[in-house]
């Protein structure tokens, strides 16, 4: 029988209070069933148990009646829900404290982490090292666990106030920093600084050890248990959508599609995974919650892309606030419906977009590289491209290079850092026939953001960067009338920098720049042709069966920051420019559209995802998008629209572009082609 984890699941997962020590787990799991979950997340121990636990330092629950998680499980079971036991390592109370200052967190001038009675445990202590341990041991040999999932696991340096603590500084974090790199604890906590990369790949470092630690300690006890998030041995993935005050506004409205596209890619298409969806609007207000139309968009990014639905409340399913479970209920009940379906999608996916997890991580300019790869998928999102993303944490899994081939192209933005290896995949993709856009500073630094002499992929369309114009601002590309997205201009604006490359013999060049222009005051601002240049907007060559496409300067940016049509029209452009797409829509606006392949049936799965409920911050209901129309380069035999049920007429003859009018649509529409033959 296929392990539990391996299939589909709806999670609902409840935020234990210590009040909740004495709940109605009959009624509980009754309400969780009807919520329409398979699955449930459920506190077991850690800062608190929840169970009658021996162990001297976790602190009891002090409202716990009896043995609560011994009857929640049993009632989960009895309702056919899989029960996933939530473990918070993270912190412990006074008790461990008191007994082990040294297992825990301690700021430069020697205070504890400490937040309404909890201490930041460390990931070089004995909290996590030895005690959690002894939690998971006892508590999976007492207690019929199926997967087990880790809050807030790893280094913490802000707490629920978002309040900064800086590095820890314990004793123990001296000694091994000192052992890990020769040198002291960094004072500067700047990614420019290259000690303080040092400490973060000693945080990289023992993070993994430390996982797998914890992963086969709970392998030994309880082979048959799911464990969540332990890098490349996770048996599940469990993400998080939510809003947070520290972060700029408005929120990263597609955070729900690229967590489930990285974790598609990070698993190998294999592994399952879902976001939990937070019900409340951050955690001063727990109990204040997003809107119905706010969880709808999050969650229909997420059937588009793969993932499970999974939402998270504050205890128990009683709300203050119930504005949003209407509209989340609908989509569980969609799924549950569909339950076959989803259980069995892959993407179908021609276009990747490269997730540099290290240019996030060690780049000089770390933020800057966010801001290119968001632009870079807001771009695609907005043309209507079918994406996925590979995400560069699985450069050292075998089949990595060889899951290139299934794409036709793949985008680097804000991918400046690159280790050999993946400049080698990715070198052997475009030799093998694959098509590579690159653009600013993609592989211009090793995978620890220190710069490197020369551009790391061979497959580059130049030799030599000669200069970085770090200052473009007044600055044009010249592109000719209609000739990016068909607009009507024949220029189209440039800032930041752009690299001055040499090109290489046989590359074609495309558009020219007008380097920067006088902008004040009026009279002196027209044309001045002593500011044209021969230097090109765009650089192309080939390589082996392959062909490098080289934006010099920062599209996807730009894209980012001002949300200019002819930006994302060259984005869209280059992204298709030598494989066009079989499935397009009418007039994507507004509208993130997928497309996943039903494994079993071969039948392909068209998500279609309305994002005008989204104004600024503000989700309201969306309007219903009329008069849509899919094209399509593909021998289609029949179509069914989920959402609406409704079989849709194909127009059009065999063989040629075929049309489908979709019905209005609302939060989304799934589409499901049966094919005349199986696609490639
Ligand atoms: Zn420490």
Known sequence: MTEWWRRTQRIVQTNLR???????????????AAFGATAMLFN????????????????????????????????AHRHDIRFIGRYDLSKATQLAYDAHPEWFCHARDGRPFEYNGTYQACVNGGWYHHQGIQVLKESLGRYDIDGLFFNMFGYLSTDYSYKQYGLCHCENCRREFRAFSGEDLPVHTDVSDRLYRTYLRFQETTSRTLADEIYDVIKSVRPNVAVSNMGRKSDFFRGEVNRRLDRARPEWVHLSGEEARNFRSLGGGRTRYSSALTHFIDFPWRYSAETGAAQALRLAQQLANGADPHYYFMGTLEQADRKPLPAVRVIFDYHRANEALYGDLESAARVALYTSHKSRRYHPRRGASVAAFRGAYRALVDAGIVFDTIHDLRAGEADFAEAHNRYD????????????????????????????????????????????????????????????????????????????????????????????????????????????????????????PELGSNLPGVLQASYGKGQAIYVPWNVDMLYHEHGL??????????????????????????????????????????????????????????????????????????CHALVADQILAIEGKSGERRTVKLPPISYFEAIRFRMLERDA
């Open 18 to 32: 210590l009040i909740d020590g004495t709940l109605d787990s009959e009624r509980l799991a009754a309400d969780v």
């Open 44 to 75: 077991v121990g850690g800062i608190f148990a929840w169970y009658p636990t021996e162990l001297a330092l976790q602190a009891k629950n002090p409202k716990l009646e009896g043995d609560l998680l011994g009857r929640m499980i049993d009632a």
């Open 409 to 528: 192209t793949i985008i680097l933005s804000g991918a400046g850092c690159m280790s050999e290896a993946e400049a080698k995949s990715l070198d052997a993709f475009v030799e093998a026939g694959g098509t590579l856009l690159m653009v600013g500073d993609a592989a211009s630094y090793d995978e620890m953001g220190e710069a490197l002499p020369q551009n790391r992929l061979n497959s580059r369309p130049f030799d030599e960067v000669e200069e970085v114009l770090e200052d473009m601002r007044g600055a044009y590309v010249r592109v000719g009338a209609g000739a990016v997205g068909g607009l009507d201009s024949d220029l189209i604006l440039l800032d930041g920098a752009y690299r001055r490359v040499t090109p290489k013999a046989g590359a074609s060049t495309l558009y020219s720049i007008l380097l920067p222009q006088r902008f004040g005051p009026p009279e002196l601002c027209y044309p001045d």
């Open 565 to 638: 049509l002819e930006h994302r029209a060259l984005m869209a452009q280059l992204a298709l420019k030598l494989a066009p797409a079989k499935i397009s829509l009418s007039a994507p606006r507004r509208l993130e559209m997928t497309v996943q392949r039903h494994r079993e049936s071969g039948d392909l799965v068209v998500h279609l995802v309305n994002y005008s409920g989204q104004n600024d911050n503000c989700y309201d209901e969306p309007i219903a998008i009329h008069d849509m129309e899919l094209l399509l380069d593909l021998p289609v035999a029949s």
